[in-house]
């Protein structure tokens, strides 16, 4: 535990009606009585019971500063499990610096970003899951976004790791009570198909939450949609379109989106991430042929892809690609965006080849037409499953990858059971299942990671 006492403003930068100051440590309460003075005289803040609020003033040389609230919290019960202090001042910058300032030169050091969350997280008020939860609780911008960040701040996620590491650690110790007794062969203390039985259970719940990333990263990041197609098809236009603003350049020019362009936008409180992209067509060009490249990455790397074809030329434009684009869509949400339809006929689109779930809709990217039809047609095919409170769903990518460590951990277990492994080796591996999983909550953490992770936190949270 660390001694030095921290203080940082905790309310947004600049002028608001009322700001907080924040003080947590040892000598938060001391420190704020010397340049506070209370309204009613012998009522420092030392003499104060906890969660009490006291009226008075800050005050330095003799001159006050501003007349605020005191709110007090005694260890450990309070956010970072120190003694802490909040004080409640006007908004003016002038008076949140002066107050700082008064406060470093009484002896306080100015927070680092997230360090009062780091302190809860070292003082174990909750653990680095929960800690991360924070952030992303500030930050989140959509109901989906605050129910994940607030379910797993609460420890929704924590309790699920909790009863797998208890399960995991109880056939570990099965295991290594057996080789302690390695000399004995007879023995078998860990009954094989029984922890055959519990493997398998294990495995289905990291591959559950494993899979839950997508589910997660979508609802924190924007579901992937990517826009490919022809030059020309009027991808760009449409990109535009959907954002209601003039985000790429739309020329008649063949091969003017180079790069890839994106931009989120929600649509019925979902958020997409839309991602513009060169259009696909043999050229020499080289620049144009890396920006095609980049095309079928993002084409890989999303959820829902909308080709756009030009109504005028349909069945010429689906014959030319199908052969790249297909292949890469089987388990992807595909819509087929008939553009144009101001200038064309509508045709039907023969979809055998296709994957099965494939949609087709016309549109007129330039006139604007059907845009709220493909907006409704996106929101279904996101196949977002509303989440209730208790569903744990994994959104932070380093949550994600040691899940995915885990998971591969505990399938060598499968094998090492399955193939009558010695028992040291699958115990090896269970170990090693269950430290990723402590990776995620903090139990083996370096402070390498930690900082890592708290200096991405705002400062005075
Ligand atoms: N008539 C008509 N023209 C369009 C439509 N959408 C795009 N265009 C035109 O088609 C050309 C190419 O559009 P652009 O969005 O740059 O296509 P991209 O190469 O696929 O990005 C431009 O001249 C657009 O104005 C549409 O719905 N109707
Ligand atoms: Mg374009």
Redesign the pocket.
């Known amino acids: 535990m660390t001694n030095e006492t921290i203080c940082a403003i905790s309310t947004a930068p600049g002028v608001g009606g009322i700001a907080v100051i924040r003080i947590s440590g040892k000598e938060a309460i001391s420190l704020c009585d010397r340049i506070f003075q209370p309204r009613k005289a012998g009522k420092s803040l030392a003499l104060q019971p906890a969660y009490s609020l006291t009226y008075g003033t800050i005050v330095e040389k003799g001159e006050a500063v501003d007349d605020v609230m005191m709110a007090l919290f005694r260890a450990p019960h309070s956010f970072t499990g120190e003694d802490t202090v909040e004080i409640t001042c006007h908004g003016s910058v002038y008076i949140q610096q002066r107050i700082l300032q008064l406060l470093v030169a009484t002896g306080c050091r100015l927070a680092k970003p997230g360090e009062f969350t780091q302190r809860a997280f070292m003082n174990g008020k909750m653990d680095l899951s929960q800690a991360e939860a924070v952030a992303d609780l500030i930050a989140s911008t959509s109901a989906g976004q605050h129910r994940l960040a607030l379910s797993q701040m609460r420890g929704g996620f924590s309790q699920e790791l909790k009863e797998l590491r208890a399960k995991l650690l109880h056939i570990t110790s099965l295991m290594e009570l057996e080789l302690d007794f390695a000399d004995h062969e007879e023995l078998e203390f860990a009954d094989r198909s029984e922890l055959k039985e519990l493997a398998v259970q294990i495995e289905q719940v990291i591959s559950h939450l494993v899979h839950s990333f997508k589910v997660g990263n979508a609802i924190k990041n924007g579901i992937p949609v990517a826009?490919i197609?022809?030059?020309?098809?009027?991808?760009?236009?449409?990109?535009?379109a959907l954002l209601n603003e003039e985000k790429?350049?739309?020329?008649?020019?063949?091969?003017?989106?180079r790069d890839v362009i994106e931009d989120t936008m929600y649509i019925h409180g979902l958020q997409f991430r839309f991602i513009?992209t060169?259009?696909i067509r043999d050229t020499h060009d080289t620049i144009e042929n890396l920006g095609i490249e980049r095309t079928f990455q993002k084409l890989e790397q999303a959820d829902i892809v909308l080709w756009?074809i030009?109504l005028s030329e349909a069945s010429q434009q689906i014959t030319q690609l199908s052969g790249k684009i297909l292949p890469l869509c089987q388990d992807k949400q595909l819509i087929l965006v008939l553009?144009?339809?101001?200038?064309a006929e509508n045709i039907p689109i023969d979809l055998s080849g296709f994957p099965k779930q494939t949609k087709t809709i016309p549109?007129?990217?330039?006139?604007k037409?059907g845009i709220n039809e493909l907006q409704s047609m996106l929101v279904e095919s996101a196949q977002i499953p509303a989440l209730s409170q208790n569903d744990v769903v994994v959104s932070n990518v380093r949550h994600y990858e040691a899940l995915s460590h885990a998971l591969d951990a505990i399938h060598r277990v499968q094998d090492g059971l399955n193939n009558d492994l010695s028992g040291d080796f699958i115990s090896q591996d269970l170990r090693e299942c269950i430290f990723h999983l402590s990776d995620i909550v903090g139990d083996v953490t370096t402070d390498e990671v930690l900082g890592n992770i708290f200096k991405h936190f705002c400062i005075g949270k």
């Open positions: 826009i197609g022809e030059t020309n098809a009027g991808k760009s236009t449409l990109l535009n790429a350049i739309v020329s008649d020019i063949h091969g003017t989106t513009d060169a259009g756009v030009d553009n144009k339809s101001d200038m549109i007129s990217a330039k006139q037409q």
